[in-house]
């Protein structure tokens, strides 16, 4: 009896979910009824010019952030004169103003120069694999 | 009656509890939004299917209203059941842009992240 209950509850409500779905789709269909083609095509021209709008402002987002990097000063850590560690081998370069892996990893990176300068043992810090995107 | 069974649990839990919270208002949204895209993809077993469907991706996806209905729609071209109605859905995605854009409905869907 102790599993019953769980049971009858999860048949209660497929019963009521396939009751549910059934009543909204039997709405839609009705609703749909009284649609008319002029509703559809007013509908339309507005989304046609609503998702080119989207399109280019897209176009556009793209444009400028291509601009940026190419025209950003770039703040570049070479990893690869770190031989032996982690990053070895690996050359990233900061985005200002934007938050990304990379500008973590710089971060991150940079402590780790700084506590070494300091000829402390960076214990504390440990490098975590960075996936970019 | 339409079959649910590729719905799992969790989803129907979901679909469940979304509608029980939403306002009058926002199920007005989603049922004029699944009409007009019934509309397109004509009255019968697929329409209905891919209503259900694109319900189901809204439960998958942690939304929680069925008023971002027309936010899932261009989703469908990525399921099999939507196969042969690539134009039709994406017809039904600017019909659906359109009256949320009339009605002055979010462009990202309402999502729980965590």
Do not use: C
């Amino acid at each position: 009896m102790a599993t019953a209950a769980p049971q009858k509850k999860k048949r209660e409500e497929e019963t009521d979910l396939r009751v549910t779905i059934n009543q909204w789709l039997e709405m839609i269909s009705e609703s749909r009824k009284g649609i008319a083609a002029a509703d559809i095509g007013k509908f339309e021209a507005i989304g046609k010019k609503s998702l080119e709008g989207k399109e280019k402002q897209q176009v556009a987002a793209a444009e400028e952030t291509k601009k940026r990097q190419e025209s950003a000063p770039a703040s570049r850590l070479d990893m690869s004169t770190k031989p032996g560690r982690a990053l070895n081998r690996i050359v990233v370069e900061r985005r200002p103003g934007e938050e990304t892996y990379v500008n973590r990893m710089i971060d991150l990176a940079e402590q780790f120069e700084l506590a070494a300068q300091e000829q402390r043992k960076p214990k504390d810090v440990k490098f975590r694999k960075f996936v970019e995107g | 009656m339409v079959e649910l069974d590729f719905i799992d649990d969790n989803g129907k839990t979901r679909i469940i509890g979304m509608w029980k919270g939403m306002s009058e208002a926002d199920k007005a949204h989603f049922i004029n939004q699944a009409a007009l895209a019934l509309s397109i993809w004509g009255d019968t077993e697929k329409g209905r299917r891919l209503i259900v469907e694109t319900i189901r991706l809204m439960a998958g996806n942690g939304t929680n209203t069925l008023a971002d209905f027309g936010l899932y729609v261009e989703k469908l071209n990525g399921i099999k059941e939507a196969g042969g109605m690539s134009d039709k859905i994406k017809r039904a995605v600017v019909i659906i842009e359109g009256y949320r854009v009339k009605n002055g409905l979010s462009s990202e869907p309402h999502r729980e992240l965590f």
